[in-house]
């Protein structure tokens, strides 16, 4: 719903996935780029071709080692909204 939105506001939109069915839903919604997260070599190097200048937005769901990646590739004063971090409420162990 945020990608959808940003779309229709003008934005450039890039989303991530962790399947290729979850990604061919993204194209169809009109997302600019897509990413399966799950199947990229490199997570750092995807999200960089996707958005070479970096990012302004930013929105979080997922937490873990995608939001380490995802937060040293914002751009300088770019907003970023925390929804959830659910890769991180089952842990045991805090991080």
């Known amino acids: 719903m945020v990608g ?3 779309k229709i506001k003008g934005c450039r939109v890039v989303g991530s ?7 061919a839903f993204l194209k169809e919604l009109g997302f600019d ?4 997260y799950k199947s990229v070599d490199s997570l750092d190097q995807a999200l960089r071709e996707a958005a070479p200048d970096g990012y302004d937005c930013y929105f979080e769901n997922v937490g873990g080692p995608f939001s380490s990646v ?3 590739q914002m751009k300088n004063f770019g ?5 959830g971090c659910i890769s991180l409420y089952n ?5």
């Not at 996935?17 to 990604?23: H, T, Y």
């Not at 907003?79 to 929804?83: F, H, S, T, W």
């Open 4 to 6: 959808q939105i940003a």
């Open 33 to 36: 780029q897509t990413i399966n």
């Open 79 to 83: 907003r970023i909204a925390v929804c």
């Open 70 to 72: 995802a937060l040293q």
């Open 17 to 23: 996935a962790g399947s290729d069915a979850k990604v």
């Open 91 to 95: 842990d045991t162990t805090p991080q």
